[in-house]
């Protein structure tokens, strides 16, 4: 205790509500620890609106329509449904605001919406290519391959748990019906 408050009496605001936040982080996890604060409670906020400057003013784009992200220095290049857009903000502090259920990286320099991936093909060398929705190509970097292995695993276990439940399917049915 001594050392906080030490530290809290700093100029800095900024030390004292890095220190507040570690307090709070102590806190919650030891109340996780006896259960009185389940994980499960603490649910992780990612962003549904961007807000873009352009022109005069600000408009608000749905992550929804978000086709993919590419970076441009300390700039993201969004390729939206309504257009393309520049805002200053890097890949990595945009990428980790964004669903990971619904945004992939698959490059070092680009984020594409799962939901709008066309195919994926061989490329060379071992490689895939990823074709998206709107003609848009890129090559799936090794880094980022077991990621993106990761969600098609997901994405298949959903579709069969969803054949399970919504009954038989068409052999199913054929087999019935004869």
Known sequence: MLLLSNLLRSDSR???RVIQLENHNLWRGSLQATGLFPASAVKPHYLDRL??????????LDTTGIIWLEAQGNYVRIHHERGRYLIRHTIARLGDQLNPLEF???RRSVIVQIDLIKELRPGGQRGLVVVMKDGAQFVLSRSYRSRLRRVLGAIKTEVNNRRRASGPGDREMKKLRD
Do not use: E, P, S, T
């Open 104 to 106: 992939l990286r698959i």
């Open 14 to 16: 900024c030390n004292a």
């Open 51 to 60: 807000f873009v400057k352009r022109d005069n003013g600000w408009i608000q």
